[in-house]
């Protein structure tokens, strides 16, 4: 992939992802990246950077953080300087695929879809903890075959501010593949970027986070399309419901569901209760529980050891 004006080590990059990492390091630079005054400085701040990398490739999932990437890019550097890129597997909702191929015509992007092989590698089946980056991985090495004789500026993605303060192994690919992260260099967090996507009038601006399905699997626990397949249909069906936010978490036999507190009465109602039951256990599971802790994300994070 050519890649202009972009070092292997760019140190700007790598104080970012360093703070994902470092603690002491962390808190000082997330303290310099916060120190932007207003939401119209951190916009203006990132149309200069994508300026200078003059045309981009966007990993693009139709989430909040990618879409209000694409837009700005778009609308900035003009959409035949723009190419959105998504990955599709069974790792990922087709609801999402489908969506995100909608949101890019919707845009004006051009837009790939490209059919990743995760599932075919087997130390991401295995499930380890870092197997956010070996999906990661994954991706970025079919973007990169991709734009193999296309000149493109940067390859860049959705990361926010916010996201340095999660366990993101995946973060390490990006470094790996030499991927920039705007929204991150120009200081936006998760709240700024839904308020600009409000004022920009998108409509994932109030989007639910949606990670991928492998992350409803506990670590250590094998990674198979049958279980994918069954979260899915499992979070269709409470979508179906209402439910905007919920996670399915896989336990072998047993189907455990997160859904907000304020949820959790109305999801326990008998009637309620009886329906999931019946469709839960067509879908596959025996046993189905609802987490009096409520929705959670990344809560199988709890099991990984405190110092990560």
């Known amino acids: 992939m050519a890649v202009r004006g972009f070092p292997a080590c760019r140190p700007r990059r790598a ?9 002491r390091y962390h808190t000082r630079r997330r303290s310099k990246l916060m ?15 994508l300026r200078e990398l003059n045309n981009v490739a966007v990993a693009f999932s139709a989430g909040v953080d990618s879409t209000l990437l694409l ?23 087709q609801g ?7 949101l890019a015509r919707t845009l004006g992007a051009e837009h790939v879809m490209l059919d990743t092989d995760e599932l075919d590698d087997p130390a ?5 903890a ?37 366990y993101r192994p995946g973060m390490l690919a990006d470094r790996r593949h030499n991927i920039r992260a705007p929204l991150a260099e120009a200081g936006f967090t998760k709240s700024n970027l839904r308020e600009l996507s409000k004022k920009l009038g998108l409509p994932t601006h109030d989007k639910p986070a949606n990670p991928c399905l492998v992350s409803r699997i506990p670590y250590g626990e094998s990674i198979t399309p049958d279980k994918l397949r069954m979260i899915e ?30 949820s959790i009465p109305t999801m326990a109602q008998p009637e309620n209760a009886r329906r999931i039951c019946e ?22 994070n709890e099991s990984l050891p405190h110092e990560r």
Not at 15 to 23: F, I, N
Not at 35 to 49: A, F, G, N, V
Not at 142 to 160: F, P, Q, S, W, Y
Not at 233 to 258: K, P, Q, T, Y
């Open 96 to 102: 999402e695929c489908h969506e995100a191929a909608k």
């Open 124 to 128: 991401f089946v295995r499930n380890p």
């Open 71 to 93: 837009k700005v890019a778009i609308d900035t550097l003009g959409p035949d300087n723009v190419l959105a890129v998504t990955g599709r597997s069974a790792s990922r909702a």
């Open 35 to 49: 120190t932007r005054p207003d939401l119209e400085d951190k916009y203006e701040h990132l149309q200069r950077i």
């Open 130 to 166: 870092n197997r956010c980056f070996l999906c990661k991985d994954n991706l970025y090495g079919h973007i990169e075959r991709m734009l193999a004789k296309r000149e493109v500026g940067a390859v860049v993605c959705g990361t926010n501010v916010d996201d340095f303060d999660d």
């Open 279 to 300: 469709r839960f256990r067509a879908i596959g599971f025996t046993y189905v529980s609802l987490d009096l802790r409520g929705f959670r994300s990344g809560s199988l």
């Open 233 to 262: 249909a499992a979070e269709s069906f409470l979508h179906d419901l209402g439910n905007r936010e919920c996670r399915v978490r896989h336990h072998g036999d047993l189907a455990r569901i997160e859904v907000p507190a304020e």
């Open 15 to 23: 104080e970012l992802l360093a703070s994902a990492y470092d603690p």
